[in-house]
């Protein structure tokens, strides 16, 4: 069990991307609205209540969303847009917060421990989040516990633009009726393992002996069952925003192999983008940087719209290459620079990409995040 106790609270935009647009067009307001690629190979970014009672929900194919919800508002979606208003948000949260952490473009968790002694945990977040709703114009929810797991699911619960906190003494009957849905970390094949096992919600999950999750799921059944009884020690991780990712090769013997060069850009693209991913952030700058033999260095960028997908990048990276290689001189560096850092998580990136490049990425990631960052690569890199 936990040794201190905490307090913790859990800050979402609800419908961050519909509310943005709504901002700026006010006519969209009570609508159903859906944000993202405008043909049918795009993927849903976001959606308003509105057009979730039609079925629609992110992630979904285009081309499905349009045939449940016709007669929504279809709208592109604009990342830097969205970007600067969680911005605004986050220098808010900054300037009150003794302790917080983003965790996506409309996610924060903030550590308000020990501030019922001044002031009241409670009331110190209702007023936190009326300033934001004053100063920004958007709606937003918080669940307020004793960890991060409890404040997550709490605010699942407040939305839409609510507030709930639950006190430490009613944790465990607070999560028993819900579905395990809830848990953060139970994704759709751990779903079906827990329901084959008869376990549909929470209360249950509590009562199963901790032995037999780890049986049959390893140490990830020790943590959902600790999850499940209010227990989460994860800590609030103080944010620090980076600006640019980049990496740079100094060739051994200096070099006209453009080939070579090219080949060895793509896998630094296939390294940064994976981390990129890794981190839940986008690239809307793309740069590279050659020096050659008597040290004369140029750097050539290019604005793009934001994603992280190693084909996208790669692509521009040899355009510009080609643009700065025209002295044919014999090259000493070569190096990428991806800059205009946003926090996005893969669904909500590219709002042209087809979801089965989506899914694609997301199981080349997963495999080398559980096997290594060499398990698979791009046979240009071999």
């Not at 080939?259 to 994976?274: D, F, H, R, S």
């Not at 004369?296 to 510009?320: A, C, G, M, W």
């Amino acid at each position: 069990m936990q040794n201190f106790d905490r307090t913790i609270a859990h800050l979402d935009l609800d419908t961050f991307f519909v509310s943005v647009e709504r901002l700026v067009n006010s006519s969209l307001a009570g609508k159903p609205v859906i944000i993202g690629g405008m043909s049918d190979r795009g993927v849903v970014a976001s959606c308003s209540y509105e057009a979730r009672k039609y079925g629609v929900h992110s992630a979904m194919p285009m081309k499905t969303a349009r045939y449940l919800c016709n007669d929504a508002v279809f709208i592109r979606g604009d990342m830097e847009l969205y970007s600067k208003y969680s911005n605004l948000v986050t220098s808010i949260i900054h300037e009150k917060a003794p302790l917080y952490e983003k965790t996506s473009i409309d996610e924060h968790y903030l550590d308000i421990s020990g501030m019922d002694r001044f002031f009241g945990c409670h009331r110190w977040m209702h007023e936190l989040r009326h300033t934001i709703i004053k100063e920004t114009g958007l709606p937003i929810s918080f669940g307020l516990s004793i960890n991060k797991t409890v404040s997550k699911i709490a605010t699942g619960e407040a939305k839409p633009n609510g507030e709930l906190y639950v006190e430490k003494p009613r944790v465990r009957s607070f999560l028993a009726p819900l579905s395990i849905r809830k848990i953060p970390m139970i994704g759709e094949k751990t779903f079906c393992t827990l329901c084959s096992m008869g376990i549909a919600n929470i209360a249950t999950l509590q009562q199963m002996p901790v032995g037999l999750m780890e049986n049959v799921m390893g140490k990830n059944g020790i943590e959902i069952w600790r999850r499940a009884n209010g227990i989460d020690n994860t800590p609030v991780q103080p944010f620090w925003e980076q600006k640019s990712l980049s990496a740079e090769h100094t060739f051994e013997q200096d070099t006209t192999d453009v080939a070579a060069i090219k080949n060895m850009l793509a896998g630094m693209v296939e390294k940064l983008c994976y981390e990129l991913r890794s981190q839940q952030k986008l690239t809307a700058c793309v740069a590279v940087k050659i020096r050659y033999s008597n040290f004369d260095t140029h750097t050539k960028q290019k604005r793009i719209p934001y994603t992280s997908f190693d084909h996208i990048i790669n692509d521009l990276v040899k355009e510009l290459f080609e643009q700065l290689y025209t002295r044919r001189m014999l090259i000493r560096l070569a190096g990428i620079r991806l800059s205009h850092l946003v926090q996005g998580t893969q669904q909500l990136n590219l709002f042209e990409s087809t979801p089965g490049m989506t899914g694609l990425y997301g199981v080349v990631d997963r495999m080398k995040k559980k096997f290594g960052r060499k398990v698979l690569t791009k046979a240009i890199n071999l």
